[in-house]
């Protein structure tokens, strides 16, 4: 079966540009997480989902960060204004069930990531 | 505060040696702990985890991870490394949903 797809996998724009990145869960997944890895770090969570609506965005590190998922499926990450330091691999991730359901299906899947550079 | 913290950042090995990668974690709630790995170009898997129960656990390719609750650690281990073992290795715990992983260790094989 397929697993979770992101795209574009790499992406390169100008400081000031918006980029949006998109994330294809694994089909029939309630819950999808985004994450940030900047370089020589583990991935940092950034915001999740369960269906449609956004549970948690407390990682999200300004404003200029936003998260949609309108289908409860794909879900697009966007940054506007892109700066230098916005530059590393965004990762998503997908899980079977949400949080609160039995524990063994919050594992999380994730994708091959979005390496984004700002020049 | 919640965090993980992976000990070392980058061992060498030679083939056939034992592993032992350190992971302590800080969280209050129930513990579910992971380790991921990313060969090179490839993107993360899940090695193990840990939920409740046998606090030795064991995934694959022959890894198993110790939860050792009073030290709050949960350290990954191989008895024989075989180069395509050679990859970086996360820690993890899942927090309120969303997973806290460590710093990452890189793992290197020589043949």
């Known amino acids: 079966g397929a697993g979770v797809s992101q795209s574009p996998r790499y992406k390169v724009t100008k400081r000031g540009q918006d980029v949006a990145l998109r994330c294809d869960p694994i089909?029939?997944?309630?819950?999808l997480y985004w994450y940030r890895q900047a370089l020589g770090q583990g991935p940092e969570f950034l915001t999740y989902?369960?269906?449609?609506?956004?549970?948690?965005k407390s990682g999200l590190p300004n404003d200029r960060f936003s998260a949609e998922r309108p289908e409860g499926s794909i879900s697009t990450l966007t940054i506007q204004r892109t700066e230098q330091r916005d530059s590393a691999m965004y990762r998503c991730?997908?899980?079977?069930?949400?949080?609160?359901?039995?524990?063994?299906?919050?594992?999380?899947?994730f994708g091959p990531g979005t390496r984004l550079t700002v020049l | 505060a919640q965090s993980v913290s992976q000990h070392n950042h980058h061992v060498i090995l030679s083939e056939a040696a034992s592993l032992e990668l350190g992971c302590n974690y800080s969280?209050?709630?129930?513990?579910?702990l992971f380790w991921y790995v990313q060969y090179p170009g490839q993107h993360l898997q899940l090695l193990l985890k840990y939920f409740s129960g046998d606090p030795l656990v064991k995934g694959i390719k022959g890894f198993e991870a110790e939860f050792i609750k009073s030290k709050f650690s949960f350290n990954l281990r191989k008895p024989s490394v075989q180069w395509s073992d050679t990859a970086e290795y996360f820690c993890a715990v899942n927090a309120g949903g969303k997973l806290i992983f460590g710093q990452g260790t890189e793992l290197s094989v020589k043949p």
């Open positions: 991730a997908s899980s079977p069930r949400g949080q609160g359901a039995i524990s063994s299906y919050n594992e999380q899947f």
């Open positions: 989902f369960n269906y449609e609506a956004q549970q948690d």
């Open positions: 089909s029939g997944h309630v819950s």
């Open positions: 969280y209050g709630g129930t513990v579910n």
